[in-house]
């Protein structure tokens, strides 16, 4: 090869890397235009959140029967594995439950139960009626 083509090629090359790198590449701007409002609407989401902490939560129920101190001692138990969820211990006529957590998700109270079905096979998330 002789330096004239060996001048062209390289010439060549390095045409066709910058015309692909700066022909392809494009500049622009995105301007959103939306109602004014659905800004206030989601600040408005954002504070009902923050003040609304018990409503929509999700429980585990460990325990339910007529018996109160199975209540305490599937509390008691839960608490010696267990320590970083509350408990709660509840008597709705005519029976004893125990209940577990305050989860804002479902995603939640589900990592939860999977931990927790390992000591206690028949627990189950639910969301408490009101």
Not at 68 to 95: D, H
């Amino acid at each position: 090869m002789n330096k004239l083509s060996l001048k062209i090629s390289t010439l060549g090359i390095l045409s066709f890397i910058l015309s692909t790198t700066y022909g392809f590449s494009q500049e622009g701007k995105v301007t959103v235009n939306q109602d004014e409002k659905i800004v206030n609407l989601l600040n408005l989401k954002k504070e009902m959140n923050k003040s609304d902490t018990n409503s929509d939560l999700y429980i585990i129920q460990i325990y339910n029967g007529n018996v109160r101190s199975g209540a305490y001692s599937a509390q008691k138990e839960f608490l010696e594995s267990f320590s970083e969820w509350p408990t709660k211990v509840l008597f709705e006529n005519p029976e004893f439950k125990t209940w577990v957590g305050a989860f804002r998700t479902r995603l939640e109270a589900d990592r939860a139960l999977k931990r927790i079905k390992s000591k206690f096979p028949n627990a189950f998330s639910l969301k408490p009626k009101k």
